[in-house]
């Protein structure tokens, strides 16, 4: 146990509609990252947020937006949803801003039908 | 463009040493990451290199050569719960993180 938390685990949803994933931190990590892994491939950055500032921006789309709250949890908000974001959606955590370990939460399966 | 090469296969033995290659090319450095994901899991960190040279962690070790660009994870006593994926991943001058594909390691008993 990473002591990063994600809801939902799963999550099953319409082409064209909103979702929100949300990822709790592990206590005292100030930095939040989120990645999408789709089937077969890597992980790709979407962005990063330290103390609720973003810190780096990586291959996110348009329809995609994040925030890092006061209490330092993070949502990922996902809209006009297509086909081609299923995928599994991570949150990791890390005290500081490098790349050095970081802390991944279990995931988010995102399934869009 | 920026890029991470690692194979997209690996298979050794039980008991043997393997070694996972990672070369890149990238906008700034800052550093070489290693992390395992088993099938169905959540990556794990496995190991970090910001200065040239061999960093060990029990029976992982990890390598990194700024010059050549280039770095690998060594598994050394392989086991059979060592059958995961593994990726490199690297930070750049602008901050984005960087994964290779990963380097999917088969164990032979």
């Known amino acids: 146990d990473s002591g990063v938390t994600q809801t939902p685990k799963h999550l099953i949803t319409a082409t064209g509609q909103r979702v929100t994933l949300r990822c709790s931190p592990r206590s005292g990590d100030l930095s939040v990252y989120w990645y999408q892994q789709s089937l077969d491939q890597g992980l790709q950055f979407l962005i990063q947020?330290?103390?609720?500032?973003?810190?780096a921006k990586g291959n996110i789309l348009e329809r995609f937006s994040a925030q890092q709250f006061p209490d330092l949890h993070s949502e990922l908000n996902l809209s006009s949803l297509e086909l081609g974001d299923s995928a599994l959606y991570f949150c990791?955590?890390?005290?500081?801003?490098?790349?050095?370990?970081?802390?991944f939460g279990p995931g988010t399966r995102l399934t869009v039908t | 463009g920026q890029s991470l090469e690692q194979p997209s296969e690996v298979t050794a033995v039980e008991g043997a040493i393997v070694q996972i290659n990672c070369t890149y090319q990238?906008?700034?450095?800052?550093?070489l990451s290693w992390y395992q994901q088993h099938d169905g899991g959540a990556p794990t960190f496995l190991s970090y290199n910001a200065l040239d040279g061999l960093e060990e962690t029990g029976r992982f070790s990890s390598f990194l050569s700024r010059s050549d660009s280039y770095g690998y994870l060594l598994l050394q006593e392989l086991q059979m719960k060592d059958s995961a994926s593994y990726f490199c991943?690297?930070?750049?001058?602008?901050?984005?993180?960087?994964f290779g594909k990963g380097t999917r390691l088969h164990i032979l008993p």
């Open positions: 947020y330290y103390n609720g500032e973003e810190r």
């Open positions: 991943a690297v930070r750049d001058r602008d901050d984005k993180i960087i």
């Open positions: 990791a955590s890390s005290p500081g801003t490098g790349l050095y370990e970081q802390y």
């Open positions: 990238t906008s700034g450095f800052y550093g």
